[in-house]
Structure formats: structure tokens, C-alpha cells
């Protein structure tokens, strides 16, 4: 069964500071998402990351991706307010050996930041 | 360009209720389609997923049914709604092929009392 994991599940931090939050996977696989929910709202696609080494930026957020250590990290700089949101990371299920389609989420990372 | 539309956004059943929750496609053909429900403090679960017509696949054994009638119509149904059914539940779609994320739509928040 294909597992993913996020941590921290919670965080809580300053404008201003830098934070990483790690999504580990049970499975290989050389595909893995990142997702933005604000609260109450839908999931909104941010990064896909379909290789080993794959690196993807946009504004403060970068995503990055090492299908041997099977580790996606997500980097926050100089966090502003506007990215306080539950982050999710999601591996394809095709991968999972049991042929299944779609993707398999983390619990997702609570993310607050401060002014 | 292809918009998910998901109906409605929140709901409010009693147990034991039938439950109906729609997800339609536009501008694209024969998408895969899911269902995937959240609940509090649990991430996301996929519930169904379908490839086609009349195919539909189920994750985990549950007290909901899900159709596809249609190309891009995708149903979620229950006879009778348990009060751990509540949830807020996300259609999402994608073209099928290689590499391509998903779409989601805006949620439905079914409150079971």
C-alpha cells in the first residue's frame, strides 16, 4: 500500500523567516504534486515534478523532487501572509504496484504565518 | 477551456437519507474522473475513480456508490447516509494521459446530523 507522509502536519511562523516541509513516499515513483488549499476551498495545482532532481520555483515557493530518497521537499522564502494555506503533497497511484488510478495524498501541512 | 462543475456546495442530511453529488466536465472528452472525500484532520481519500462509461472503480469498501452516465457526468450516491459519510468531497478530473495532475472542483460540505 502507498503511503505518503508530510511533516510537519502544523507550522506556525513569521513573515519574513524561511521553512521546508517534507513529503516522504513508500513507493518508487518519478511523479509527485503539491496542492494549495485555502480554507473551505477546493485544491489548486502548484507544482508537478516528474523526474528525479526536478527542481520547479514559483514566487516564494519551491519544490524539488529525489525519487531515490523518495523525498519532496516544499521551501518557503521570506514567507509573507498570503501563503498561509494547507499545503498537500500527492504521489500517482499508478505506481503503487496494485494498478490503481489516481493519486495518493499526505494529510497535508497546516501552514500559519504571522506578521 | 475545461471547467469542473461541482453541485451542491454544501449540504445538510439527516441519517439515513439517499445522497446525490454531481461533478460535470466541459471542453475536454472522455476524462478520468474522480471522487475523493476529506475529512477533518484525514487528507484526502479517493472514493472512485472512473476511465470511461459505466466504469467505475472503487478504493474502499464503503457506504457509497458512485456513475458515470456520461462522458463527463460523475455521480456520487448513497442509499442511506451514515453520520461518518460527513465529509467535504472533491470531484477532480485529468485528460488520462501521462504526467497530468488533477483538476479539482470547488467541494461539496455534506454535514450528516
Known amino acids: 500500500e502507498l503511503k505518503v507522509e508530510q511533516n510537519p502536519l502544523f507550522l506556525s511562523m513569521q513573515e519574513g523567516k524561511n521553512y521546508t516541509i517534507y513529503c516522504n513516499y513508500s513507493?518508487?515513483?518519478?511523479?509527485l504534486y503539491w496542492y494549495r488549499q485555502d480554507p473551505g476551498k477546493s485544491l489548486e495545482s502548484l507544482f508537478v515534478?516528474?523526474?528525479?532532481?526536478a527542481v520547479k520555483q514559483e514566487g516564494r515557493l519551491m519544490a524539488s523532487l529525489d525519487t531515490k530518497a523518495r523525498l519532496s521537499t516544499l521551501h518557503i522564502t521570506a514567507a509573507v501572509h498570503d501563503l498561509s494555506a494547507t499545503y498537500f503533497c500527492?504521489?500517482?497511484?499508478?505506481?503503487?504496484?496494485?494498478?490503481?488510478?489516481?493519486?495518493?495524498f499526505g494529510k497535508g501541512t497546516h501552514l500559519i504565518i504571522q506578521p | 477551456s475545461q471547467t469542473i462543475h461541482q453541485w451542491p456546495a454544501t449540504l445538510v442530511q439527516p441519517v439515513g437519507s439517499p445522497l446525490s453529488l454531481e461533478c460535470t466536465v466541459e471542453?475536454?472528452?472522455?476524462?478520468?474522473l474522480y471522487w475523493y472525500r476529506q475529512a477533518a484532520g484525514r487528507g484526502l481519500q479517493l472514493l472512485f475513480y472512473?476511465?470511461?462509461?459505466?466504469?467505475i472503480s472503487s478504493e474502499v469498501p464503503q457506504n457509497l456508490s458512485a456513475s458515470r452516465p456520461q462522458d463527463r457526468q460523475f455521480i456520487l450516491s448513497s442509499k442511506k447516509l451514515l453520520l461518518s459519510d460527513s465529509g467535504f468531497y472533491l470531484c477532480?478530473?485529468?485528460?488520462?494521459?501521462?504526467?497530468?495532475?488533477?483538476?479539482f472542483g470547488s467541494g461539496t460540505q455534506l454535514s450528516v446530523l
Open positions: 515534478l516528474l523526474s528525479n532532481g
Open positions: 472512473s476511465v470511461g462509461i459505466g466504469q
Open positions: 500527492a504521489v500517482d497511484n499508478r505506481y503503487s504496484g496494485g494498478g490503481a488510478d489516481g493519486l495518493t
Open positions: 477532480a478530473w485529468n485528460p488520462g494521459g501521462r504526467n497530468e495532475k488533477l483538476f
Open positions: 471542453g475536454t472528452s472522455n476524462p478520468n
Open positions: 513507493t518508487t515513483s518519478d511523479r
